[in-house]
């Protein structure tokens, strides 16, 4: 692979964008993210928040949350705020930036940022393909685009760097894709997550979280989400995974989630910082009328076969994609819970709008994440035969089509109907979410959305 070199100083800012350095074992992505800060502290401050940047949840190539991160170093000026903790002391974040007038070269920014990765990165590991991006300006918005919803070649992502850039890439060569992606990102949405690192000594083994605290974050702190499934008993904010982080809270006020973070009793904390991110704001979803491999998409349907239960207690059904697209078999599979009671209540005829992804190479299949329910049915309940207009007793079916008799008198009638009532829907129209501990860290919560999943009126438990 050919780097170019820059021998210039930092004029004014540099983006570092990495991507991949963990692997199963353990390892995050983002603890380089305060490490570059610690290497870099006193010669180049930090501007902005730093960022978590989630890529294409159904890439086969990732290793976990498909998660890059940037950080924007310079000098700063504007407003300075403290975001995080490092060595016992204060991470701050300017607001604006400002004009160097010494400090590293790019080139020798880079040559430690690569030591830093290749100190920390499971490079050794199966599937871990670090990428490495140092540059003055940022890649276009494009390329994040694509990298969140579609699949990127490395010649693509490449080709789309800055003129100057200077980058590493190793194993597959794929890490490229996501350091570069990550600095490309230009927010419409964002949110953002608290990050608090365990110490060293404690990685890989179980965490000492209190859940009392946990299970109360969404009522003291109502900008938070995704942090208690209550029916079935996860927290979410504790990751099951041996890498570095103890805990971690998302939300929308990013003031807010350091106090929320004190409330939460845990082991000691080594380190902790506010991260701005993608997650929960859907920017893998698009609009579309039929969906690629590795594709998310919104689609609207109707349903054409009524849902099935498979083995696993999966649930499929048929959607009709409008106006006359093709018929996708739509699955919420067992770890999505009770959201399955949600599918196992729609009928043929309904309406929908549905949120998900393909990942299989059956063209025709769909896992669902959300749904809105635009139009439902109404669904009726045979209680009796018509009665005989002579004798008054029940007529019996003669086959289907083909009208009534009359036991007693042998009258035939075509043209009467059974008796029937209606039934009551178990849905209302509105959307439907799958459950805290099934959402894929771009999935945007209803709660994010300014609204509440209607009642699901079950009287009975629905079998799964």
Known sequence: MKIIYAATIIRRNVYIGIDDTDSSKGMCTTYLALEL??????????????????????????????GAVCVRLGIGKGRRSAIGELDGEPVHMWSLEGSARGGPTIKE???????????YAHLKEKGTDS??????????????????????????????LPKGSLFKAYNTGRGIIGASAAVAWAPNDRTYEVLVYREKGRWGTPREVALEPVKLLDKRFPSTFNN???????ATVVPATPC???????????DVLPEAMRTIRTEAKDRWVVFETNQGTDDHMVRRSTVQQYQSA??????????????????????????????????????????????????????LTVYGSRTSANPNTF?????????????????????????????????????YRCRRCGIKEKDL?????????????????????????????????GMRSPALRVRSPITI
Request: charged share 30%.
């Open 131 to 160: 990428g490495i991006l140092v540059s003055e300006r940022r890649p276009p918005t494009s390329l994040y685009r694509k990298a969140v919803r579609e699949v990127v070649r490395i010649r693509e992502a490449r080709a789309m």
């Open 244 to 254: 570095p982080i103890l805990i971690g809270i998302r939300g929308d006020d990013p």
């Open 367 to 403: 896992n669902i994440e959300k749904l809105r329910v635009d139009h439902l049915v109404a669904l009726t309940e045979k209680v009796g035969n018509p009665k005989c207009p002579e004798c008054g007793r029940s007529m019996k079916s003669i086959g289907r089509g083909q009208g």
């Open 228 to 234: 208690y499934d209550a029916r079935n008993g996860h």
């Open 37 to 66: 800060v610690k290497e870099f502290r006193g010669e180049l401050d930090l501007i902005g928040y730093p960022r978590l940047v989630r890529l294409n949840p159904n890439i086969p190539w990732k290793t976990r949350g498909n």
């Open 417 to 449: 109907e059974a008796t029937v009532v209606p039934l009551e829907r178990k849905l209302s129209r509105g959307f439907y979410e799958v459950p805290v501990c099934a959402r894929r860290h771009l999935f945007k919560p209803l709660k994010r959305m």
């Open 298 to 351: 919104i689609m609207r349907g109707q349903v054409s076969v009524a849902p099935r239960t498979i083995a696993g207690g999966h649930v499929l059904f048929e959607l009709q994609i409008l106006p006359k697209g093709r018929t996708y078999t739509c699955s919420a599979y067992e770890p999505t819970k009770e959201f399955r009671y949600v599918v196992r209540a729609l009928a043929p005829g309904d309406l």
């Open 109 to 119: 920014a880079f040559d430690r940022v690569v030591a830093l990765v290749e100190r």
